[in-house]
């Protein structure tokens, strides 16, 4: 008898099809000869290319515009979402171009390491589920560092009940006169979750401290009290983990630039990240003296080098895996069930404009 087969009624059952679906979702060689097909070979139905081949010739290729097309197309590689043409390039976009970036990884190197790091996640998710750990993940940097590129490769394919994403928009009146991490304390994990801030209350240290939104008094307050919070915190079981994303400041004008370019990306432009770019020199000193005085054994930082996306993606993920103790979970055997068919069952006709419309 194949894996997975039950002995089952003979009368309106499947064959034996199903051993070969079980078969190929648990890891036979025929799960890659299906990526092969739909992921590494799949052709670009606009230009009539082979997407892998045109991608692993900027892969290897230094020069400023094979590495900016590059870069345009891996919007395409965020699981190919977005099957459009991207914004044309600008001289100013060329201009900015300042050295040449190392080569990025082949796309199908990528996609097996983040897969194969996914897959740990997924274990990482059973193990605290099953022992009621709480951990909370920080990722402070710059606009536009790739704070939220990793974030969304850690959840994509985690329970969003167990893994949940905070990011706060700008503080009401209200919660501005309360206790500053106030307004942090409800997303706080219980037992058995795992929180990512999307920022934190390392704003006031950041943003909040360079465009004037706290004064210097209440920015000194900050320093004296985040490190005791964040002791409190690891003391009541929280694994508190906090990553810092560092891009260097033409990384950051080249992104800047494309999502002007990109209509895609335009909304994630905001006034204040424009007035980031004037006060570079003021979010580096804010940076290096909140990197200094929060930096506590309980709770240290780690900073990411990010101007190679894959690459920050790929090594975040794995050396957050990396800190947490987490051991696989043993679970019980799933056996899907029959159908139970009833002679006098019947199914309705629904009329036609309850059924959305089908264009595509």
Not at 27 to 45: A, Y
Not at 166 to 176: G, M
Not at 183 to 209: K, M, Q
Request: glycine share 4%; proline share 6%.
């Amino acid at each position: 008898m194949h894996l997975f087969c039950r002995d089952r009624p003979a009368a309106r059952t499947l064959p034996c099809c199903n051993c070969k679906i079980n078969a190929i979702i648990i890891g036979s060689p025929g799960i890659h000869s299906f990526v092969d097909f739909t992921v590494f070979k799949r052709q670009d139905k606009y230009n009539a290319t082979d997407e892998e081949g045109v991608m692993n010739d900027y892969d290897h290729d230094a020069g400023p515009a094979d590495w900016l097309a590059a870069e345009l197309a891996d919007t395409l590689d965020e699981d190919f979402e977005l099957e459009i043409s991207e914004p044309a390039l600008s001289m100013e976009i060329r201009r900015i171009y300042r050295e040449a970036h190392p080569p990025s990884l082949e796309r199908k190197d990528y996609f097996v390491k983040l897969l194969t790091l996914q897959s740990e996640l997924i274990k990482l998710q059973d193990w605290v589920q099953a022992t009621g750990e709480k951990i909370v993940v920080i990722f402070e940097g710059r606009d536009s560092a790739g704070k939220g590129g990793v974030i969304k490769r850690i959840t994509q394919r985690l329970n969003p009940r167990i893994v949940r994403v905070v990011a706060l928009p700008a503080p009401s009146d209200r919660e501005k006169s309360q206790w500053y991490f106030q307004r942090y304390v409800p997303h706080l994990p219980g037992a058995g979750e795992i929180v990512l801030f999307d920022r934190s209350w390392y704003n006031r240290a950041g943003v909040e401290r360079v465009m004037g939104f706290a004064s210097e008094d209440q920015v000194e307050d900050f320093f004296h009290d985040v490190p005791e919070f964040e002791r409190m915190l690891v003391r009541s079981g929280i694994r508190l983990v906090k990553y810092w994303f560092s891009i260097t400041d033409e990384e950051q004008q080249l992104r800047f630039l494309m999502r002007i370019h990109d209509p895609m990306k335009q909304w994630k432009l905001s006034p204040m990240d424009l007035q980031s770019r004037v006060k570079w020199e003021a979010y580096t000193k804010a940076k290096e003296e909140m990197l200094e005085r929060t930096n506590i054994p309980e709770a240290p930082w780690y900073i990411v080098q990010g101007n190679d996306k894959k690459r920050a993606r790929l090594n975040c993920i794995d050396h957050l895996l990396g800190l947490i103790p987490y051991e696989p979970v043993e679970h019980e055997d799933v056996t899907l069930p029959d159908r139970v068919y009833n002679s006098d069952y019947e199914r309705r006709v629904l009329p036609d404009d309850l059924y959305v419309p089908q264009k595509y």
